[in-house]
Structures are given as structure tokens and as C-alpha cells.
């Protein structure tokens, strides 16, 4: 994943100063950023009533949603964001099968033609030097740059240009009115998916529905071969240039870093699958089927999944309509398929994935708020024209079981469990001590040491154990380690196991105190066996 929320979080460190109600403001932001571009979605695909509902399902959410809104882990609130941006660039572009701007093309011919010249003789000048020189390099202070990494993509760029000439008879300009439009939102698109796909690959949910429907619309609606070969150039190149970070980083990584994900044992899928539907769908949407001690809860739950059940068949229903009534192709109707396809290829996708096993915070599904909630209220509207009960009926278990769920909620539940323990909400009881104790280097699990660092504000330095594991940042690791004495922050679950291994180890010297759920050991005898050995993490 990249590193977007970390940045605009370093901008409100410098701003407002660190804490951490300033890191909480980054995912605020974006997650208040997302409601209003879904609202207005679902404004313009369908009109203000479905935009009113949409707002209204989104508000009275589930508290998964509602914590995540708030919680920095790695770009999802983002994800959510360009995911959203990206539907109403591809309404845009979808929109234009029903418009003909061919005034636009003409008052924009030349400057495009300027700059795509610009562009191809920039590309021609940086081949030769690759050709003569071996590239064009640059030395900034301490820092090399080459561009014998790019070698691939310019040769690429040169290539669908060159064709673009021959089919074009040499006018490579000679499109349909639709091209130049089509160019500026597709540049757009191509940008914010770029960017997007930098911050977090989740927005590869978005992009497999939207890609064939997009290519389908241009199949039939750009005539003409070489605007339809333009414009997937301009998708590649402006996608390599918002996701520049990425590339860069590997450039000077040598790619040695793998993939985020990837397809999970076969005799999983199944199951991955089953757990989907039973287990992350219904703690995404905060649904809880115990009748025994919540029948409230459990009442409200099931009317909701039915309602998002019968959402999904309604939609299909009006796909299907459409299809065999052979209506004619339209913006909505595309952007319904496009929905349909994305909350058909979820679950397929998610439980063939690596990240199918993580079902108990599905936060990776989070997407499907950028979805559901318009679907729903689509139903609602229908719904709401043939009867106001029967809408009040299905419409009041999303607001109670919210309202419920929000006002019984236990922000502990969701910190995460280490060793069997969860992890307590404030470590300034353990902070507190260990300055009393003049500890400020420490190694403890990956969960607590960083935390541990960030609200001591680096007066305590903390580092995993062993380095190899989980090491987001080796200069606390270079630090505790040139330490003369650190201690180890252990979980009591563990604590037993970890004082066995340093009597095995001969090494009577040290002492500990109980700080629940942590075990603090300190002034522990210097010894290499306990540097490379010692099983924190295990």
C-alpha cells in the first residue's frame, strides 16, 4: 500500500501537532469526502429522492463503518473515495454516448495536437539518449536517477502512437466528435485509478466492473479504431503517472517487494466463500442473529439482510428487463451493470483471494458502502411510490438496530487481540511507569510497539521482536538494540514461557513487574542469546 494517508497525516502533525485526534482527522476527512460524492451519485443517476435515501442509509450505518471512519490503517476510507470518484468519472464517460460535442473537438484540435507532438518528441529524445548514452541520468545531492527503468514504457508509448498514425492515415486527430471529451475524463480517470491503486490495490474492486463496461461503451460508440486505441493510451499513461509513487519506490527497491494479495488454496474457496455471507457481510452491516439475548437486534438484522438481498434482485430484475426489451443504451442502465457486475464479483473475488481467511473485521469489504446503500435506495424509492407502511416497515430496523448498536457500542471490542488478550484503549498507565522506571527503550509485539512510540511522542522507543517480523521502521530497531539495558514488554498469556526461556538460558539477572494485560521485564543481564532468541512474537 502506499503512503497517501501518512503524508496528509504529516501535513496535520504540522499543523495542529501529533496526536491523536489529528491522525484520526485524515480517514475523517476522506470518509466525509466519500458520503458527498455517494450522495451525489445516486443525485444524478436517479434524482433527489434516491440521493435523500442514500444519505440517509449512510448516516444510519453500521458502527463497523462508523469506527473505520475514523480509524488510519492504511487508506480505506481513501480506497472509498477514489472508488466513488472513479463511478462519476465513468458516468461522465458514459454519459457522452447520449451527447454530441463536436464543437468541443474542434475549439481543442490544436492545443491536443501541440501537446501529444510535445509528448512524442520528448519520448523520441529520451529513447536516443537510451540508445547513445545508455539513458539520461541524474545526480541530485546523494540521490541517482536513471531512466533505464522506463525503457519499457516509453517503447510502449511510441508504439500506440505510431499506430494511431497508420490508422489514422497519418491525422492521428481524425476521430469521432466524442474523442476529445472522452480524452480530458478519460485522462481523469485514469489518474484518480492510478492514485487510487497506489493507496490501497482494493480499488482493484472498483476497476474490474467498470473496465469491461467502459470498453464496451467505447466499442460502440468511438467508430473510428484509433480513438479507441488513444484512449487506452491515455488510460495507461496517466494511471503509470498517479501511481508514479509506486514505481518510483520499486525503481530504487529493485521491485523486490511481492504482491498484496493473491488466489488462496482451492479447497479453501468454499469456504472463504461461506464465510463471507455468514460471518464479514453481516459484521459489515452490523447484522447480529442471537434471538437469545439481543431479539431486538437479531429482529432488525434479519429484516435488513432481506432487504439488501431483495435490493440485489431487484436490480437484476431491471437489468434484465432492460435487456430483453432491448431499450437502447443509456448512461443509468450502464451504471446499473456496472453495480450489479461489482456486487456479483465481490464475494467470487474476495473468496478466491488470500485475503478471503480475514473474515472476523472485514474491513475488506468496505467497498461495498459505495454500493449497497445506493442499490438499497433505489429499492426504497420503489418501494416508497406503492406504499408509505410498507417502507416505514423496512425502513425503521435500519435506523434502530444503527441507533442501538451506536449507543451500546464498546470502543475496546475493537482493538486488537494480542496473545489471546485485547489490547487495552490508553497505554498511559504503562507509559506512565516505565518512566517512572527510566525506561525509554523496549522490545514488545508489533501491536504494542509502535503505539507505544507514537503516544509516548518518542520519548519511549519500542521495536518488534525480531526485527525480521513486522520491522516498519529499523531505526527504532537500531536504537533498542544499541541500548545498554532494554526491557520486554510481554503479555501475560506469555509471560510464564518467556521467564522459562531466560532461566533455560541461564540469566538470573532481572526483574518484572505485573502491569495487566502486560508483563514488564527490566534491568534484564546484556546477553547476544537473548537478542537472537528471544521469542516475543512467538
Known sequence: MGSLEAYVAALFFYLF?????????????????????????????????????????????????????????????????????????????????????????????????????????????????????????????????????????????????????????????????????????????????????????????????????????LRRTLCSGSAQLYLVATFVLLFFLGSLPHWLYGYFEGFSGGGVTGLADMEKWLLQGQGFFTVALPRLVGCWFDFTTHPLVAGCSVVVMAVYGFSLLFLAGRLGIRLFSRSGFRQQEAMETVFFLFLLCYPLLFSVSSMGWFISRPRYLLPLFSVLPIVTAVFFAQVLDRSRIIFSFLMIPFMVLSLLQIATLDLASFQPWVHNVRLPLRFSPLIQRLKEKNIRYAYADYWIAYRLVFESREEIICSVYPSTVNDRYPPYTELVGRARAPAYIIMQTRSSGFEKMLKDMHIRGYRKERLYPFVLFYDVERSSAVEEETPVNQ
Open 17 to 217: 501537532g501529533s496526536s491523536s485526534w489529528a491522525l484520526k482527522l485524515v480517514p475523517l476527512i476522506f470518509s466525509a469526502c466519500f458520503f458527498v460524492l455517494c450522495v451525489h451519485l445516486a443525485r444524478t443517476l436517479y434524482g433527489r429522492r434516491v440521493g435523500m435515501l442514500t444519505a440517509l442509509l449512510l448516516v444510519f450505518s453500521s458502527p463497523f463503518f462508523l469506527v473505520w471512519s475514523v480509524k488510519a490503517r492504511g487508506g480505506y476510507m481513501e480506497t472509498l473515495f477514489f472508488g466513488t470518484a472513479l463511478f462519476i468519472l465513468a458516468r461522465k464517460l458514459l454519459l457522452y454516448a447520449d451527447t454530441d460535442p463536436a464543437g468541443k473537438q474542434e475549439r481543442s484540435r490544436g492545443r491536443l495536437r501541440l501537446a501529444l507532438n510535445g509528448l512524442l518528441l520528448l519520448t523520441v529524445f529520451l529513447l536516443g539518449l537510451q540508445v547513445v548514452n545508455g539513458g539520461l541520468h541524474l545526480q541530485v545531492g546523494g540521490l541517482s536517477i536513471s531512466s533505464r527503468g522506463y525503457v519499457r514504457p516509453l517503447i510502449a508509448l511510441v508504439f500506440f502512437w505510431w499506430a494511431g498514425h497508420i490508422l489514422c492515415g497519418g491525422d492521428p486527430l481524425r476521430w469521432s466528435g466524442l474523442a476529445t471529451p472522452y480524452w480530458k475524463t478519460m485522462a481523469l480517470f485514469g489518474f484518480t485509478a492510478g492514485l487510487a491503486w497506489w493507496t490501497n490495490p482494493l480499488v482493484c474492486f472498483y476497476l474490474l466492473p467498470l473496465i469491461p463496461v467502459l470498453g464496451w461503451h
